[in-house]
């Protein structure tokens, strides 16, 4: 039940916010193995003026944030960063374009159905 936040240049992707953004859900669903209906992904972009970026970077640098539940392993969170690499790459992406940072929460501290995360039952497996 991750909740992922994609901030990058607006402009770059143009037409193609959709097919990222359907990248980006694949790339959770092969990386930590969430329901491909498990879905809540969503994009901010920014004026060129709005990032100061490192200079070792290209103007389409990308931060993903993945706020989810703790508990997945190190070969998933392997998985997770491999897949976003590989999914936003026919985009032109490079992998040093990309930051990925994860936010783990407890589930206790996740309110679904105006209830504790932990007192739901998801239908999936949060320990992969």
Not at 3 to 28: M, P, Y
Not at 47 to 58: M, Y
Request: neutral net charge.
């Amino acid at each position: 039940m991750p909740s992922t936040r994609i901030e990058t240049r607006r402009g770059w992707l143009g037409a193609r916010k959709r097919d990222f953004l359907e990248a980006v859900q694949g790339a959770l669903v092969a990386g930590i193995r969430i329901p491909e209906a498990d879905r809540c992904v969503r994009m901010a972009e920014y004026d060129e003026e709005a990032f100061i970026l490192p200079g070792h970077v290209g103007s389409n640098y990308t931060v993903i944030e993945i706020s989810l539940f703790t508990g997945r392993s190190l070969d998933a969170k392997r998985r997770l960063y491999a897949a976003l690499v590989a999914a936003v790459e026919p985009f032109g992406l490079a992998a040093h374009d990309l930051k990925v940072i994860l936010h783990e929460v407890p589930r206790e501290n996740w309110g679904l159905r105006g209830k504790p995360g932990s007192e739901i039952e998801l239908g999936f497996t949060v320990e992969v």
